[in-house]
């Protein structure tokens, strides 16, 4: 795989499970809306990607050994990644009752996350089961904050 499509499909991917689950288990929390919840997925699949997509590609433009077509490549691929793995988490929310669609996507972002870090690993010739209990850990942290943070939010509207 070009090192461009790499660039942007890891990060992409990495960043559409963690900002989104916790978008998603925040404002859950907070809100208990399903309304809420599809609306913060559907602003991160939007806002978020072209974010992060002008982000690397402002990142890789930086590198004056980019090429044009490397800094594209990254951004297309990022863009793509992200929104598509973000608007992944709003069918549980169309689909099932909201509790059950958070823990449905909490389950999924840690599936993702760990087949990508397993891959990773494999790549780098690492130990999987050290690659994939760090960054599901760092996953498992942001849910864990981001739940409380909307509880703590909700305690302002009651």
Do not use: C
Not at 142 to 157: L, R
């Amino acid at each position: 795989m070009r090192a461009s499509l790499r660039t942007g499909i890891t990060f992409g991917l990495t960043s559409a499970v963690i900002t989104t689950l916790g978008l998603m288990v925040g404002l859950n929390s907070g809100t208990k809306s399903k309304l809420v919840v599809l609306g913060g997925v559907l602003t991160i699949a939007i806002a978020d990607a072209f974010s992060d997509a002008l982000g690397i590609h402002m990142s890789e433009e930086s590198e004056s050994s980019r090429s044009n077509r490397h800094v594209w490549g990254a951004t297309i691929s990022t863009f793509l990644a992200k929104s598509t793995f973000a608007l992944a988490f709003a069918v549980p929310v169309f689909l099932l009752p909201l509790g059950t669609a958070i823990v449905a996507s909490v389950a999924w972002g840690f599936f993702i996350l760990s087949v990508l870090s397993y891959l990773i690993a494999k790549a780098q010739r690492k130990p999987p089961w050290k690659v994939i209990g760090e960054h599901v850990l760092i996953a498992g942290l942001v849910v864990v904050v981001t739940y409380w943070v909307g509880e703590w939010v909700s305690t302002f509207a009651g």
